[in-house]
């Protein structure tokens, strides 16, 4: 069955950058989309289509594509930024499904 | 603004059932594909189903096939899920979300606030 794999958590200081992969192999030929989860609170979409940012989503949050690896990249991280990270993916090769990475715990520092 | 509020969570004994709703509001419902998605108490996200626009097609997470049902009602605005034959390992948040794509891609843009469901006897 199809899987996306994620770090369990990921530390960085406030200022600097943070990089949080995705790994599955449909990634090359399916789109992945990035969710930011506080606590407490309903998930939010931070990137969609690979690198697409929503309106409303600060410029410091990327996304990027390369082989079976996507990665979302949190530039200059606030203490605000401090959360749970999951990529989506969606396989249509049989029955259509969607699959969410097991998620990324974001501490900063 | 785009608003989704889901309903109809509580507690429900083993095999027991439960239906779900989800009212949308601020956007053009009959247009747009939804999700239920679900998370268990300090777990990740689990996708649960989606419904394409108009209800043709609906399409289900292999633990919850035959005993979940997708539906929506677009003259009514609201989605809904109903939930038989439920076992323990379905206690869970579950959200409703809207899905933005026309392609095969999805993705889940915005999401309700939940509502809980606990099976337990």
């Known amino acids: 069955s199809y899987e996306l794999t994620q770090p369990p958590s990921v530390s960085v200081s406030p200022g600097q950058t943070a990089r949080i992969t995705c790994s599955g192999d449909?990634?090359?030929?399916?789109?992945a989309s990035w969710y930011q989860q506080k606590p407490g609170q309903a998930p939010v979409l931070v990137i969609y289509?690979?690198?697409e940012r929503p309106s409303g989503i600060p410029e410091r949050f990327s996304g990027s594509s390369s082989g079976t690896t996507v990665t979302l990249t949190i530039s200059g991280v606030q203490a605000e930024d401090e959360a749970d990270y999951y990529c989506?993916?969606?396989?249509?090769?049989?029955?259509?499904?969607?699959?969410f990475g097991g998620g990324t715990k974001l501490t900063v520092l | 603004q785009v608003q989704l509020v889901e309903s109809g969570g509580g507690v429900v004994q083993p095999g027991g059932s439960l239906r779900l709703s989800c009212a949308a509001s601020?956007?053009?419902?009959?247009?747009?594909?939804m999700h239920w998605v679900r998370q268990a108490p300090g777990k990740g996200l689990d996708w649960v189903a989606f419904?394409?626009?108009?209800?043709?097609?609906?399409y289900y997470a292999d633990s919850v096939k035959g005993r979940f049902t997708i539906s929506r009602d677009n003259s009514k605005n609201t989605l809904y899920l109903q939930m038989n034959s439920l076992r323990a390992e379905d206690t869970a948040l579950y959200y409703c979300?809207?899905?933005?794509?026309?392609?095969?891609?999805?993705?889940?843009?915005?999401w309700g606030q939940g509502t809980l469901v606990t099976v337990s006897s």
């Open positions: 979300a809207k899905d933005p794509s026309t392609t095969v891609d999805s993705w889940f843009d915005p």
């Open positions: 601020g956007f053009a419902f009959s247009s747009y594909g």
């Open positions: 419904i394409r626009f108009d209800g043709s097609n609906k």
């Open positions: 449909a990634l090359p030929k399916q789109y």
């Open positions: 289509k690979d690198s």
């Open positions: 989506q993916s969606a396989d249509s090769s049989g029955t259509y499904k969607v699959v």
